[in-house]
Structure formats: structure tokens, C-alpha cells
């Protein structure tokens, strides 16, 4: 999770946790971490939540990369979000770009235009979308879903194979291991 102060990671954070919307959380000082499983196409999956500095986006998996969509420049700076990433990161990773706070908007045509951001996810180097922030669990959700892609494709790349143990008898094991 990215993106300038006040945008409201957090918010998107606590929405997707607890199910629950707040207005005037305060700012995040540090390090903030939270995990959700969710149930992904059959599988469970557990979804870690950082925000992220520089450091962390090395071993990062995919991001969040959020914007106001009431402050311009928080949008403006989105750029420098994607070229700090396009820095750390090890490989491409799949980015979620939410324009987050539609809600707040006084009229349809104020602020940063859907367009806009449209625009930029397009020309951007990653696998960007660009979501709403008002529908948190749909942006979670691509998210993962991508980056469960990625996963799979780079295992089939390394010709990795998991396939399920099976369980040797007890006597079976205590004379292979006595030999």
C-alpha cells in the first residue's frame, strides 16, 4: 500500500479488515501491518498489508498505489510512486492503481477525472488498473488474482513442481532410516 499522506491507505486497510469505514483516522507513523485471508478461485490465500517504504518494495509481490482524488497533487506525484517502485523491485509486479475519496466530491466533474487516471495506468510500465476506492474487496481481489498469476507462471518458468507428500508407513520409515 502507496501513495503520498492523507490518501487514505489506512481507511482502505481498515475497510478491507474489518468490513468497517472511518473518516479521521490518524496519520500512520512507522510501520503498519495487517493480514487477510480470502478465498481466491478455491484457494486461500493470505494477503499481507504494509506501508510500504522503499525498503519493502524489493520483496513486495504486487502494490496498492493510491491517490486523492480531491488533491491534484497526489495524483501528480503518482509517477515518482511508480518510478520509487519501478526502482525497488526486483521484477514486475502488479499494480493496483485506486483513486480513492470519490465520496468526497461535491460534483461529478471536480477533482482528478476517471480519465485521467485511466490514462496513466495505461502508459505506465506495470500491469496497472485503476479502481475505485470505494469498492475496496473488488481491488483486493484483482490484486491478488494477479499476482497469483505471476506466481504461477514463475514457477512453471523455474520448472518447480508441487505436488502433494504422501505418507510412508511407520514401519516402512524406521527401516529406510536405520539403513
Known sequence: MCG???????????????????NNLPSTLGIDFHVK????????????????CKSYFRRA???ILVYDVTAERSFLRIREWIDTINESVERHIPVVLVGNKTDLRLREDEGI????????????SFNIFLMDGSNVETTILTLAREMMAVEDVEVRAAGVILSPRT????????????S
Open 167 to 178: 505418507r510412508h508407513s511407520a514401519g516402512c520409515f524406521s527401516k529406510c532410516s536405520k
Open 4 to 22: 503520498d499522506a492523507a490518501v487514505g491507505k489506512s481507511s482502505l486497510v481498515l475497510r478491507l479488515i474489518s468490513g468497517k469505514h472511518a
Open 113 to 124: 477525472p476517471t480519465k485521467d487516471g485511466s490514462a496513466l495506468a495505461a502508459v505506465s
Open 37 to 52: 485471508t480470502v478465498g481466491i478461485d478455491g484457494r486461500n490465500v493470505a494477503l499481507q498489508f504494509r506501508s510500504l
Open 61 to 63: 509481490d504486487g502494490a
